[in-house]
């Protein structure tokens, strides 16, 4: 009788390639200056990152990228390569690609390899990817629950957002909504602008996150909106709404650019809109009699910061915040019904 193997292994492999990329892109976003530094190579440490593409796009004469960087005053994108080991790096069509564009690898594992076969080796500090990892567990927690075991039903851990969008009920914010409206009544999505305030709550945003839409004016105008609590506004329209798929980036031509300039029609890098959600309308309000808010009061802070840092991009409320928002708004509503 052959002899049986009674010994299993538990997997300690505890996360996979998908992580490190998360890692980069936070750190290239939000690290400091030192971080951000030790993370690209000597020949690229002096541009300014505009815009990074998570996972580029895929055509007939190339490989899918793990990250592509778009430098201020560069005219091409930077590929980004990511592996555990150098040693990993070894498929012709990658190295050629990341050659031929002037990109870099990443690598976790060790090496005192700056260049490989001609091509810049950046090396991640093992203990600030540690570092990172413990400051952003219970995040990544709930990610991975939402989206691996559709754990969506604690109401308790869900985030609440507003978007101030200022303008009078015939502006450009009104009208993009509704052109997205008709062009996808069942499946609406919405873009932000590129802001290095906002991003970091575009970012956190999650699947089963409440978000209100407010397409609102004040009495007195101005191009930013003041935090001042006495400040009055009107609401022309509100969406309270539920995010289905909270970030992602459109790199085609048909809803890459679909708020963008339509006789421009920017490249990826110099869009202004690049950083995308779908949601679903819970209760939508579309007038025609415009709600008198009256002052701001409390969500004066809130409203000033959607709005000053991109012209209306998501900024948070606690749950108390979020609950009086929501029945002052359906209260004004059913006034005027």
């Given amino acids: 009788m052959s ?72 005219q091409n994108s ?52 540690s570092d990172w990892i413990a400051e952003n567990i219970s995040r990544l927690s ?23 969008l200022k303008g009078g009920p015939k502006g450009s914010a009104v009208k993009n909504f509704d052109r997205m409206l008709k062009s996808q009544p069942l499946h609406p999505f919405w873009a932000f602008r590129q802001h290095p305030k906002a991003l970091p709550h575009i970012l956190d945003m999650q699947k089963g996150d409440t978000i209100i839409f407010l397409f609102a004016s004040t009495l007195k ?16 329209r509100f969406y309270i709404c539920e995010i289905v798929e909270p970030y992602y980036m459109v790199l085609d031509d048909n809803r890459g650019l679909f708020f963008e300039d339509q006789i421009k029609k920017p490249s990826i890098g110099d869009r202004r809109w690049p950083h995308f959600i779908d949601f679903t309308i819970k209760r939508p309000y579309e007038g025609p009699k415009e709600l008198l808010f009256g002052p701001q009061g409390k969500f004066s802070e809130s409203f000033a910061n959607s709005f000053n840092h991109g012209g209306g991009t998501p900024y948070p409320l606690s749950r108390s915040q979020y609950e009086l928002l929501k029945d002052k708004l359906i209260k004004l509503s059913k006034e005027i019904e």
């Fill in 3 to 74: 002899e049986i193997n009674i010994f299993k292994k538990i997997n300690r492999n505890a996360f996979n390639e998908k992580l490190i990329h998360r890692y980069l892109f936070e750190r290239y976003y939000f690290g400091d200056s030192q971080q951000r530094q030790k993370l690209l190579p000597d020949r690229l440490r002096n541009y300014q990152i505009n815009l990074i593409v998570p996972e580029g796009t895929k055509t007939e004469e190339r490989y899918r990228v793990d990250l592509e960087i778009f430098f201020k005053n560069m």
């Fill in 78 to 129: 930077v590929p980004v390569e990511v592996k555990w080991q150098i040693s990993n790096f070894k498929k012709d069509n990658q190295k050629n690609y990341i050659k031929q564009k002037q990109g870099f690898v990443v690598v976790l594992g060790k090496t005192d390899k700056k260049y490989f076969e001609n091509i810049d080796v950046v090396i991640i500090d093992h203990e600030d990817f």
């Fill in 142 to 164: 709930r990610e991975s629950l939402i989206y691996r075991a559709s754990s969506v039903s604690d109401a308790s851990k869900s985030q609440y957002w507003v978007v101030f």
């Fill in 221 to 236: 105008g101005g191009m930013a909106h003041s935090k001042n609590p006495k400040t009055s506004i009107k609401i022309h």
